[in-house]
């Protein structure tokens, strides 16, 4: 970041956000932000019978519940300042469940609706609120997920192309979606010329999700 903006400032802090406590120990070292992206989640398959409680709660307070604390302590900030933007990180997941995925596509799906519920508490303020759904992305575990259901021998371009092939083939792009292209989307959505896009969910997902709908 500081090879392509020299003067940006960058911090980190290390932080369990699926708890209150972690998350008091960001509030403290970041009491008040412009821009909150909800980025942190966990994913993997399972049968869906197979699913456990805990890993129901897990995938819920991981997935859903942290990015709803973070909206209820930063929101009110950006409000009374009259700018904002809360930006959630969804899935095709949330429109397409993978039958081996219920648990991930449940709270990807729960993200949509408290991102629409937090837009209309931020109505006429300034901020925006929205979610982005994400295709099929290539990041590190993304492909051990691929791993999972492809021949582990295969070189990855060969098991990317497998993998999609066999697991989504409704994609349009064919291959995964690379980080960047994601946070192009993200860029525009934090950006004053997103001002008339709240409340949305918008999709940057290859053509993943087979409708003409945004």
Same mark, same amino acid.
């Given at each position: 970041?500081?090879?392509?903006?020299? /003067?940006?400032?960058?911090? $980190?802090?290390?932080? /369990? %956000?699926?708890?209150?406590?972690?998350?008091?120990?960001?509030?403290?070292?970041?009491?008040?932000?412009?821009? @909150?992206?909800?980025? @942190?989640? *966990?994913?993997?398959?399972? !049968?869906?019978?197979?699913?456990?409680?805990?890993?129901?709660?897990?995938?819920?307070?991981?997935?859903? %519940?942290?990015?709803?604390? @973070? *909206?209820?302590?930063?929101? !009110?900030?950006?409000?009374?300042?009259?700018?904002?933007?809360?930006?959630?990180?969804?899935?095709?997941?949330?429109?397409? *469940?993978?039958?081996?995925?219920?648990?991930?596509?449940?709270?990807? #799906?729960?993200?949509?609706?408290?991102?629409?519920?937090?837009?209309?508490?931020?109505?006429?303020?300034?901020?925006?609120?929205?979610?982005? *759904?994400?295709? !099929? $992305?290539?990041?590190?575990?993304?492909?051990?997920?691929?791993?999972?259901?492809?021949?582990?021998?295969?070189?990855? /371009?060969?098991?990317?192309?497998?993998?999609?092939?066999?697991?989504? !083939?409704?994609?349009? %792009?064919?291959?995964?979606?690379?980080?960047?292209?994601?946070?192009?989307?993200?860029?525009? %959505?934090?950006?004053?010329?997103?001002?008339?896009? #709240?409340?949305?969910?918008?999709?940057?997902?290859?053509?993943?999700? /087979?409708?003409?709908?945004?």
């Amino acid at each position: 970041m500081r090879a392509t903006v020299p /003067d940006a400032s960058v911090a $980190t802090v290390a932080c /369990d %956000l699926t708890t209150e406590e972690g998350a008091g120990l960001l509030y403290a070292a970041v009491p008040a932000a412009d821009v @909150l992206v909800n980025n @942190l989640g *966990i994913f993997g398959s399972r !049968p869906p019978l197979e699913i456990t409680d805990a890993e129901w709660r897990t995938y819920f307070d991981t997935n859903v %519940l942290s990015a709803v604390r @973070l *909206i209820r302590h930063y929101l !009110p900030g950006m409000t009374g300042q009259g700018w904002g933007r809360v930006l959630n990180i969804a899935s095709d997941s949330a429109i397409v *469940i993978p039958a081996e995925m219920i648990h991930y596509g449940m709270s990807k #799906t729960a993200l949509l609706a408290v991102s629409r519920g937090f837009a209309k508490e931020a109505a006429g303020t300034g901020v925006t609120v929205n979610s982005v *759904i994400a295709g !099929p $992305t290539h990041t590190g575990g993304v492909e051990d997920f691929v791993y999972e259901l492809v021949d582990k021998e295969l070189p990855w /371009d060969e098991a990317q192309r497998e993998f999609m092939r066999l697991h989504r !083939p409704q994609s349009l %792009l064919q291959r995964l979606i690379e980080p960047e292209e994601i946070a192009n989307l993200v860029v525009y %959505l934090s950006s004053a010329q997103a001002s008339a896009t #709240t409340g949305a969910a918008v999709r940057v997902d290859g053509g993943y999700v /087979d409708s003409i709908l945004p």
